[in-house]
Nanobody, 127 residues
Framework: QVQLVESGGGSVQAGGSMGLSCRAS???????????MGWFRQGPGKGREGVAT??????DYADSVKGRFTISRDNAKNSLYLQMNSLRLDDSAMYYC???????????????????WGQGTQVTVDS
């Protein structure tokens, strides 16, 4: 009913910046029912981790990205964004956009609460 498509990503030097976008398409009713959207990442040999999430006007960030990454959402465009500054080598990963309809008793940065996922976009930070 809802598809998520990421854009952005690529390679950047350490210390640089990069922006990611995610657009939701499909059933308008389903899109309106989304409670939280977020960005998650998975590096080589690592588990999937929450990077930043937004639930209505509330944002949550992983400690490792606080002060460097900013998540935002444009409901009129059904889009989610992630601005990444001061990128580090350990930020390299596949980044996924995700969404959930869960309304309460959830941990926003826990990927297990999310059931809609994009295909992912690779971010590589080079020295």
């Amino acid at each position: 009913q809802v598809q998520l498509v990421e854009s952005g990503g690529g390679s950047v030097q350490a210390g640089g910046s990069m922006g990611l976008s995610c657009r939701a398409s499909g059933s308008i009713d389903a899109i309106d029912a989304i409670t939280c959207m977020g960005w998650f990442r998975q590096g080589p040999g690592k588990g999937r981790e929450g990077v930043a999430t937004i639930c209505r006007d509330n944002t949550d960030y992983a400690d490792s990205v606080k002060g460097r990454f900013t998540i935002s959402r444009d409901n009129a465009k059904n889009s989610l964004y992630l601005q990444m500054n001061s990128l580090r080598l350990d930020d390299s990963a596949m980044y996924y956009c995700a969404a959930t309809f869960v309304a309460s008793h959830m941990q926003p940065l826990d990927y297990r609460y999310y059931n809609l996922w994009g295909q992912g976009t690779q971010v590589t930070v080079d020295s």
